[in-house]
């Protein structure tokens, strides 16, 4: 009589939650006589391992409600609370007790709506949680942004997209307080009706349109980010269940960590490390990396499939994120929540002592997370001050995290990927969407030890596909164009430093470059160059490699809840291990050029909302202090003004060429340049400047300021009239071009003594 493995008792348990008795699982393999003892026996070693929890007589998958749960309003009790009980809760014991919390805005919840909520576990109550309504399942209103006007009877909402003309009635009773020129966030309140204005609800009030709050938001309709779901596409989120063991490699043993920004709501990405037992590799290292299975949920050809793509990726802004895919997945069955079984693609990697992969494979798994930690805490710990959550871990998990990062970085030095280093801007906001400061974000350890990781498995996908001739997107990014090449070449020069011309060109030559310059005057002046002289990377069928990363194969594979060309590899990843049905379909293989053009539009597009969205709160938070000096260096030099990077907040500023005073200015586009022509006063790139805010205008998110102080030294006043290189002074063009760039790399190579 053959005993069942443990990963057959673990699948039936998962697919049979309410026949999960030691008699129902004996029953089910035709177990009898004295094999139960062994079938008992490993039942046990299973409980004592954490795979399964005993509850009674029966044995069950041990888990705890996600953070974001299907639950149904229970009848108020007689205090008027309100409670609701969860849909998905298979436990035997006592079903958790959810508290439900209202929002001044949240609509009423009446007993029996099935509703999607954000839950936070508590202690010492009557019940196991407090819940936040995210929304009711089965409705999915309209939404309609738009300045509120104030009527004898309601109002109407006049949208601030300039594609729609359509108004909207706000009946009395849906005012929300609303005062008149308001920006309000609204939905559709009753039936699309053939005549008359259809009516619409406020649910939340903006206050002034060129207030912080509103910002993100009229980013989000200005660049055409669809920001609603259909009504098909929710439904079909909602009706998804969680994926269980069936067909998939049992991965829960593994002590997995989730390791994310302190704020972050979804985790799609986990990592485990240990030392190699293999003889054959001393010192050598094994590193997992489990991903969300998002191809198991977002199948081709759904409603869920074609609104990913059309989206093609998630946007972020400081005060919200538009999501590529619904809540119900992207903050739940598609996140690895702590202690929470969760679905998912993993690879396994090996490294040598030297951090160099020699080896790897992918599986298609179930994995439950060991704990969701911020880079804060892990770094904490590895500096040696560990918290409650973290000391547990230190041994097992995060030593042999950094012990691995620390081979890896061994073989990145070889490697030579572009080492830039520009500092992360982070916007901080109050609670009624106000910028209260403007940080740089620390680049911790644990920052890179995540982001070399991820590389790794990125390159292992890569690979692998490309070994299996599987079609696929990969993330290309090109060399600099000879012509790019030759201005950074100039800035260079004009800085005392040397890029060499000649050879064929290598991230090698340019680290180079950035070494020399670091430490000095113009460090942040090379830097910026650099960057600016790169190609944007994109999605393409044809491998040209990456070359900011050195790297000949790359493709996204990390982050599928939040990009759509992951979610192509990870369907090209099972469609070439014969993993399912779901894997890339003809019809997408035919089509994937055309996916790629357009997921590299909607990357720009995002990217450009994000800046403008920036531009706009950092203009906010400066428009109180017009008047002021502030300190910056000169980021960029045009014909008609220059930009100025500010120290503080890092927001660009213009300095328009009119201001500069009445003599003529000669524009040089190779140097970045400005020269005089009277005085021969050079302005350009990398200097340090002292400068008055004269205007910052938070609707548009421009910054106007008037130069004080070049180098310590002061800017002359005179008349505006300025311009560059026109009228009388066109003939002597090409003379004064030679001299300004002999001027400025004579200017600034002094500075730099």
């Known amino acids: 009589m053959r005993i069942p493995s443990r990963s057959e008792i673990l699948d039936w348990i998962s697919e049979n939650p309410t026949l999960n008795s030691k008699r129902d699982i004996a029953k089910a393999f035709g177990i009898k006589g004295a094999a139960r003892i062994d079938l008992k026996r490993i039942l046990k070693e299973l409980e004592s391992e954490g795979h399964l929890e005993k509850r009674g007589k029966s044995y069950r998958d041990p888990q705890k409600l996600p953070p974001v749960s299907v639950l149904q309003v229970q009848e108020p009790s007689p205090d008027g609370d309100l409670f609701a009980h969860?849909?998905?809760?298979?436990?035997?014991?006592?079903?958790?007790?959810?508290?439900?919390?209202?929002?001044?805005?949240?609509?009423?919840?009446?007993?029996?709506?099935?509703?999607?909520?954000?839950?936070?576990?508590?202690?010492?109550?009557?019940?196991?949680?407090?819940?936040?309504?995210?929304?009711?399942?089965?409705?999915?209103?309209?939404?309609?942004?738009?300045?509120?006007?104030?009527?004898?009877?309601?109002?109407?909402?006049?949208?601030?997209?300039?594609?729609?003309?359509?108004?909207?009635?706000?009946?009395?009773?849906?005012?929300?307080?609303?005062?008149?020129?308001e920006l309000v966030e609204a939905e559709?309140?009753?039936?699309?009706?053939?005549?008359?204005?259809?009516?619409?609800?406020?649910?939340?009030?903006?206050?002034?349109?060129?207030?912080?709050?509103?910002?993100?938001?009229?980013?989000?309709?200005?660049?055409?980010?669809?920001?609603?779901?259909?009504?098909?596409?929710?439904?079909?989120?909602?009706?998804?269940?969680?994926?269980?063991?069936?067909g998939r490699e049992d991965l829960r043993h593994l002590p997995l960590i989730t390791i994310d920004p302190s704020d972050a709501r979804d985790h799609d990405d986990a990592c485990f490390a240990q030392a190699d037992p293999d003889p054959a590799n001393p010192d050598g290292h094994i590193v997992w990396v489990a991903i969300a299975d998002v191809a198991h949920y977002v199948r081709p050809g759904t409603a869920l499939d074609r609104e990913a793509r059309k989206r093609g990726n998630s946007t972020y802004f400081p005060d919200r994120v538009v999501p590529m895919l619904p809540d119900r997945l992207s903050g739940d069955l598609c996140s690895l929540h702590e202690g929470v079984p969760r679905a998912c693609i993993a690879v396994r990697m090996v490294l040598d002592a030297q951090g160099r992969k020699i080896a790897h494979s992918f599986h298609r798994g179930l994995m439950q997370s060991r704990a969701s930690l911020s880079y804060e805490q892990v770094q904490a710990a590895q500096d040696g001050a560990p918290d409650a959550a973290t000391a547990p871990l230190l041994d097992e998990v995060i030593a042999p995290l950094y012990a691995a990062y620390a081979a890896a970085q061994t073989a990145r030095s070889q490697r030579q990927p572009l080492d830039l280093d520009l500092p992360e801007r982070r916007i901080v906001l109050s609670e009624d969407g106000r910028v209260t400061s403007v940080a740089f974000r620390d680049r911790l350890d644990a920052h890179r030890l995540i982001e070399e990781f991820m590389i790794l498995a990125n390159v292992a996908a890569a690979e692998v596909l490309v070994k299996k001739r599987q079609p696929l997107l990969f993330r290309v990014h090109e060399e600099p164009s000879p012509e790019k090449l030759d201005a950074l070449r100039e800035v260079a020069q004009a800085s005392g430093l040397v890029l060499a011309k000649g050879q064929v060109l290598r991230t090698e030559h340019l680290n180079r470059l950035l070494a020399a310059a670091q430490g000095t005057d113009f460090d942040e002046l090379i830097n910026i160059s650099t960057l600016r002289s790169m190609t944007q990377a994109y999605y393409g069928q044809d491998n040209f490699g990456h070359f900011g990363l050195a790297l000949r194969n790359y493709a996204h594979f990390t982050s599928p809840i939040r990009r759509y060309a992951d979610v192509i590899v990870h369907r090209a990843l099972v469609s070439a291990h014969g993993w399912g049905d779901d894997g890339l379909s003809p019809q997408e293989i035919e089509t994937l050029e055309q996916t790629a053009e357009h997921i590299s539009q909607t990357e720009r597009r995002s990217m450009l909302a994000e800046r403008d969205t920036n531009d706009r709160y950092l203009a906010a938070y400066l428009s109180e202090r017009v008047g002021t000096e502030l300190t910056g260096r000169i980021s960029g030099v045009t014909r008609f003004g220059v930009f100025v990077k500010l120290d503080e907040t890092g927001a660009d500023g213009l300095v328009p060429i009119r201001s500069l005073g009445r003599e003529f200015f000669h524009h040089d586009a190779e140097t970045q340049s400005l020269m005089g022509a009277d005085s021969g006063r050079v302005i350009s790139l990398g200097q340090r400047v002292t400068a008055r805010l004269t205007e910052a205008v938070p609707v548009t998110g421009g910054l106007i300021l008037e130069l004080l102080e070049i180098e310590d030294q002061p800017v002359p006043r005179g008349p505006s009239g300025s311009r560059a290189g026109a009228g009388r002074r066109k003939g002597a063009s090409a003379g004064r071009k030679s001299a300004a760039r002999k001027a400025r790399r004579k200017k600034i190579v002094r500075r730099g003594k």
């Open 86 to 181: 969860p849909l998905e809760w298979q436990g035997e014991g006592v079903e958790p007790r959810v508290l439900m919390i209202a929002r001044a805005n949240d609509p009423a919840m009446g007993p029996g709506d099935r509703i999607l909520a954000r839950l936070q576990a508590v202690s010492g109550e009557d019940h196991h949680y407090e819940g936040r309504l995210i929304r009711r399942i089965g409705t999915n209103p309209l939404r309609i942004l738009g300045v509120f006007r104030k009527a004898a009877e309601g109002g109407r909402i006049l949208p601030i997209d300039k594609k729609s003309d359509r108004e909207w009635h706000v009946p009395p009773g849906a005012v929300h307080g609303a005062r008149d020129g």
């Open 188 to 246: 559709q309140s009753g039936p699309r009706a053939r005549m008359g204005l259809p009516l619409a609800r406020i649910v939340t009030r903006l206050g002034d349109p060129s207030a912080p709050r509103a910002v993100s938001l009229i980013a989000i309709h200005q660049h055409g980010i669809p920001d609603d779901f259909p009504d098909d596409v929710v439904a079909a989120a909602d009706a998804m269940k969680p994926a269980g063991l069936s």
